[in-house]
């Protein structure tokens, strides 16, 4: 598979969305047929793995560790600190100051079963603790030799700068897909400017642009859509346009929407690099294809005919969530 570099780090086209595989889509997949996907991912060139210690919690990290600990060495792993985790605290409870950075690197080494984080995120801006400390931490974790890279998830074009003034930051981990664009106007411009590269989550609009979720579909208990003002049966339907407009796109292309959306992205910057998750083997099989695909300018402009005139209806998030993003 084609490599592209999120500033000094070199990763695959493709990357995968691990989350899902353990959180936040209804019950955990069974371990034996998630640890044959991650592997399959690996046979398909795909070698850029992301986690994150709040995503179980820690169960996730312990899965992608041992599915991957056969190709240590050959395969990126990011994962992310940042959540509060202990007992008896509110769920979005932020906690980076600097010494549990550094206690949360230790673990996420142990459940990783790496000698060093290849690229260790702040999973969402900590209003407490400056940014500056943030990057400080970070930056005596590298020295150490535990991390190698420093990211920042769902941060504002002002902190990121502030940020790699510290500790060069190599990524920036946002949602941006043609559902969510919003990154555009401010945080775009600036990563170009200071040559950091975007990891792209929930390219694929959390499965709506595939053209697989309407109106009539139902999530499964543990399903974190079902708390997305996005996803609600009216939301779905007021949206119906855009998967429509994809589906047709993608047949006159013969390519599938998922591709047609992930396509889409990588045409947008050379330093973008959609992780999609899945579950399925067919599903990741589809998405790796997507690097192979070149849409020409005259493809290009016809998403953006079609998809830039439809508005999308509902907030990507519970207001409780979208207060942590864009800080």
Same mark, same amino acid.
Request: net charge neutral; charged share 25%.
């Given at each position: 598979?084609?490599?592209?570099?999120?500033?000094?780090?070199?990763?695959?086209?493709i990357g995968?969305?691990?989350m899902g595989?353990?959180?936040?889509?209804?019950?955990?997949?069974?371990?034996?047929?998630?640890?044959?996907?991650?592997?399959?991912?690996?046979?398909?060139?795909?070698?850029?793995?992301?986690?994150?210690?709040?995503?179980?919690?820690?169960?996730?990290?312990?899965?992608?560790?041992?599915?991957?600990e056969p190709?240590?060495?050959?395969?990126?792993?990011?994962?992310?600190?940042?959540?509060?985790?202990?007992?008896?605290?509110?769920?979005?409870?932020?906690?980076?100051?600097?010494?549990?950075?550094?206690?949360?690197?230790?673990?996420?080494?142990?459940?990783?079963?790496?000698?060093?984080?290849?690229?260790?995120?702040?999973?969402?801006?900590?209003?407490?603790?400056?940014?500056?400390?943030?990057?400080?931490?970070?930056?005596?974790?590298?020295?150490?030799?535990?991390?190698?890279?420093?990211?920042?998830?769902?941060?504002?074009?002002?902190?990121?700068?502030?940020?790699?003034?510290?500790?060069?930051?190599?990524?920036?981990?946002?949602?941006?897909?043609?559902?969510?664009?919003?990154?555009?106007?401010?945080?775009?411009?600036?990563?170009?400017?200071?040559?950091?590269?975007?990891?792209?989550?929930?390219?694929?609009?959390?499965?709506?642009?595939?053209?697989?979720?309407?109106?009539?579909?139902?999530?499964?208990?543990?399903?974190?859509?079902?708390?997305?003002?996005?996803?609600?049966?009216?939301?779905?339907?007021?949206? /119906?346009?855009?998967?429509?407009?994809?589906? #047709?796109? &993608? =047949? %006159?292309?013969?390519?599938?929407?998922?591709? *047609? !959306?992930?396509?889409?992205?990588?045409?947008?910057?050379?330093?973008?690099?959609?992780?999609?998750?899945?579950? /399925?083997?067919?599903?990741?099989?589809?998405? #790796?294809? &997507? =690097? %192979?695909?070149?849409?020409?300018?005259?493809? *290009? !402009?016809?998403?953006?005919?079609?998809?830039?005139?439809?508005?999308?209806?509902?907030?990507?998030?519970?207001?409780?969530?979208?207060?942590?993003?864009?800080?």
């Amino acid at each position: 598979m084609q490599q592209r570099k999120l500033g000094n780090l070199e990763v695959s086209a493709i990357g995968l969305g691990c989350m899902g595989l353990s959180f936040g889509y209804g019950p955990p997949t069974d371990r034996r047929d998630a640890i044959k996907l991650l592997r399959a991912a690996v046979e398909q060139g795909i070698t850029f793995f992301d986690t994150a210690e709040v995503y179980g919690p820690y169960t996730n990290e312990e899965l992608v560790g041992e599915a991957l600990e056969p190709f240590k060495g050959q395969v990126v792993i990011a994962t992310k600190f940042g959540a509060d985790l202990r007992p008896g605290k509110p769920p979005l409870t932020m906690r980076s100051d600097p010494e549990h950075i550094k206690e949360v690197a230790d673990a996420s080494l142990k459940r990783l079963r790496v000698d060093v984080i290849d690229l260790f995120y702040q999973h969402r801006v900590d209003p407490n603790v400056p940014i500056e400390d943030v990057a400080g931490a970070v930056k005596d974790l590298i020295r150490a030799g535990k991390v190698k890279h420093f990211g920042l998830s769902e941060a504002g074009a002002a902190t990121i700068r502030r940020a790699h003034a510290v500790q060069p930051v190599a990524a920036v981990q946002s949602e941006y897909s043609l559902w969510h664009r919003a990154l555009e106007s401010e945080v775009l411009p600036t990563l170009e400017d200071l040559g950091i590269g975007l990891v792209s989550f929930g390219p694929l609009g959390k499965g709506y642009l595939t053209g697989a979720i309407d109106e009539r579909t139902e999530f499964p208990p543990g399903d974190f859509r079902n708390m997305i003002p996005r996803f609600s049966a009216d939301a779905r339907k007021a949206n /119906k346009a855009l998967p429509e407009v994809l589906a #047709a796109l &993608a =047949a %006159r292309l013969a390519i599938t929407p998922a591709q *047609l !959306a992930l396509g889409w992205l990588l045409a947008r910057k050379p330093w973008i690099v959609p992780i999609p998750g899945t579950r /399925k083997l067919s599903q990741l099989a589809d998405n #790796a294809a &997507a =690097a %192979r695909v070149e849409l020409s300018a005259t493809d *290009l !402009a016809g998403i953006e005919e079609a998809a830039g005139n439809i508005t999308v209806s509902g907030a990507r998030y519970p207001e409780a969530f979208e207060k942590l993003t864009g800080q």
